[in-house]
């Protein structure tokens, strides 16, 4: 069964800095790109960074690039999102994600979207 847990979500001020996490189990970690979205009350849902399954490549959002890290410690079967200079348009519900192979259907593979429950990022003063 595929698990993702977000964790480290809070309260801080302009300027200020957390770190999510998000614990998965029910796969092979390793071999899966892992992404970060967020929603904000009113918006989208929308990408903020991903990272590949080695860990050597990720992207980012541009209204978060410079700012937030996304890693990955695939010996923990856990990643990252660290956060700093966080600014008030960052407060948000934020997700971990992955996509992973279901099934084939003929010739296609079915692919199967994972979501964590959520983590609260309130920047306020």
């Known amino acids: 069964q595929v698990q993702l847990v977000e964790s480290g979500g809070g309260l801080v001020q302009p300027g200020g800095s957390l770190r999510l996490s998000c614990a998965a189990s029910?796969?092979?970690?390793?071999?899966?790109?892992m992404s970060w979205y967020r929603q904000a009350p009113g918006k989208e849902r929308e990408l903020v960074a991903s990272i590949t399954g080695a860990g050597d490549s990720t992207g980012y959002a541009e209204s978060v690039k410079g700012r937030f890290t996304i890693s990955r410690d695939n010996a923990k079967n856990t990643v990252y999102l660290q956060m700093n200079s966080l600014k008030l348009e960052d407060t948000a519900v934020y997700y971990c994600y992955t996509r992973l192979p279901q099934k084939w259907i003929g010739e296609k593979l079915v692919l199967t979207d994972y979501w964590g429950q959520g983590t609260q990022v309130t920047v306020s003063s």
């Open positions: 029910g796969f092979t970690f390793r071999s899966r790109a």
